[in-house]
Every structure is written in structure tokens, then in C-alpha cells.
């Protein structure tokens, strides 16, 4: 009887789980390389035509990571584009996030969700300095579609370091110093009664 009865629910649970079968991961890793080195001036690009997940109903998802140095500092403004206006390809909750060295997140920016067309974002982040990076890009290709495509596109600008004033403190504290100055000459010069 309990054999039966482990049987049965042993059949229900692997039912269960083809039901419920987890999106196909199709996430890739690389380094990226801007013309004449990541500096001031130069243009970071990457992109993709990442697989779907064929055959399967939950799709398929994607994490990729870029990896690149900077010469900074630097300011990284452009565009985070999914790719939609062919008629197979489709990506959603298309996400770019910015990891400096010590992998602290800066910063991440997600693409509108639509088919048909080519959804984008304004990517930007400020003062970056010379450093390994970490592009994090992630998405899913739902199941209807066979494959889904995503491009950034940043320009690298000089990024500008403005001096740090004195505080006021600062101030008091020297004119102290000089009263504390001029008090002594004048003790030194004075006869003693």
C-alpha cells in the first residue's frame, strides 16, 4: 500500500516539474575593447543575437558579462537598444548594470518592454575612474520567438575634476594662529613691570 502511494505521488511530482521546466540559459562571457584603448574619446559597444529558447514554453534567459579597463577619469553616456523589429526576435526585461572594481553596483537601466520595433534607454554614469569595469547585461527571449538582440552604445568623455574649496574652519583656524603670532611679538617687546 505505501509503495503505491509513494509511487503515485513520485509520478505526480515529476508531472509537476515538466510543467514547470525553468527557462533555457543561454548567457555568454567576454571581454570588451574600445579602438585606441578605453579612454576619453573612444566608443564602448556591445551586442548580441543571443539564441531562444526553442522548444521550450518558460523561454529562455541571459545574463552576460563584459569585462573592460578604463583610463579615466571618464563620463560613459549613449544608448541601450533591444532589438525587436524583425519578426522572430524579441527580448524582455532587458536590463545594462555598471559594476566598478570592487563589483559595487553604479548603476542599472532597463529597456521598455514591446515587440515590433526597437525599444532603447539613455545609459549614462559620471566620474568613472581608471579601473576594471563589469557590464552586466540580462534579458529573456520568451518562448514565442526564436531569438532576441540587444546593442549599447556609449561614448567615452573627459570627465571634469573640480577642486575642493577650504572650509571656513580652515580660515578661522590660520587667522587663530596669526592673532596667537602677533600676541607673542608683542608680549616679547613689552617691558616686564
Given at each position: 500500500?505505501?509503495?503505491?502511494?509513494?509511487?503515485?505521488?513520485?509520478?505526480a511530482?515529476?508531472?509537476?516539474?515538466?510543467?514547470?521546466?525553468?527557462?533555457?540559459?543561454?548567457?555568454?562571457?567576454?571581454?570588451?575593447?574600445c579602438?585606441?584603448?578605453?579612454?576619453?574619446?573612444?566608443?564602448?559597444?556591445?551586442?548580441?543575437?543571443?539564441?531562444?529558447?526553442?522548444?521550450?514554453?518558460?523561454?529562455?534567459?541571459?545574463?552576460?558579462?563584459?569585462?573592460?579597463?578604463?583610463?579615466?577619469?571618464v563620463?560613459?553616456?549613449?544608448t541601450?537598444?533591444?532589438?525587436?523589429?524583425?519578426?522572430?526576435?524579441?527580448?524582455?526585461?532587458?536590463?545594462?548594470?555598471?559594476?566598478?572594481?570592487?563589483?559595487?553596483?553604479?548603476?542599472?537601466?532597463?529597456?521598455?518592454?514591446?515587440?515590433?520595433?526597437?525599444?532603447?534607454?539613455?545609459?549614462?554614469?559620471s566620474?568613472?575612474?581608471?579601473?576594471?569595469?563589469?557590464?552586466?547585461?540580462s534579458?529573456?527571449?520568451?518562448?514565442?520567438?526564436?531569438?532576441?538582440?540587444?546593442?549599447?552604445?556609449?561614448?567615452?568623455?573627459?570627465?571634469?575634476?573640480?577642486?575642493v574649496?577650504?572650509?571656513?574652519?580652515?580660515?578661522?583656524?590660520?587667522?587663530?594662529?596669526v592673532?596667537?603670532?602677533?600676541?607673542?611679538?608683542?608680549?616679547?617687546?613689552?617691558?616686564?613691570?
Amino acid at each position: 500500500m505505501w509503495r503505491g502511494i509513494i509511487a503515485s505521488l513520485a509520478t505526480a511530482f515529476i508531472m509537476i516539474g515538466q510543467a514547470w521546466a525553468a527557462p533555457v540559459d543561454v548567457s555568454t562571457a567576454g571581454v570588451l575593447t574600445c579602438p585606441g584603448g578605453c579612454q576619453a574619446g573612444s566608443t564602448l559597444t556591445a551586442s548580441r543575437d543571443a539564441p531562444g529558447g526553442a522548444g521550450n514554453p518558460d523561454g529562455a534567459i541571459f545574463q552576460d558579462h563584459y569585462s573592460f579597463a578604463l583610463t579615466g577619469p571618464v563620463n560613459l553616456s549613449g544608448t541601450g537598444f533591444a532589438l525587436d523589429f524583425i519578426q522572430t526576435y524579441n527580448v524582455e526585461d532587458l536590463v545594462f548594470q555598471l559594476f566598478d572594481p570592487g563589483m559595487t553596483n553604479l548603476g542599472s537601466f532597463a529597456v521598455p518592454n514591446g515587440d515590433g520595433g526597437a525599444f532603447f534607454v539613455p545609459v549614462s554614469f559620471s566620474n568613472l575612474a581608471t579601473g576594471a569595469y563589469t557590464l552586466l547585461v540580462s534579458g529573456i527571449i520568451p518562448a514565442a520567438f526564436e531569438r532576441g538582440a540587444y546593442l549599447l552604445q556609449a561614448n567615452l568623455n573627459q570627465a571634469t575634476v573640480s577642486q575642493v574649496p577650504l572650509p571656513p574652519a580652515i580660515w578661522l583656524f590660520l587667522s587663530a594662529l596669526v592673532g596667537m603670532f602677533s600676541l607673542s611679538q608683542m608680549r616679547k617687546r613689552s617691558p616686564v613691570a
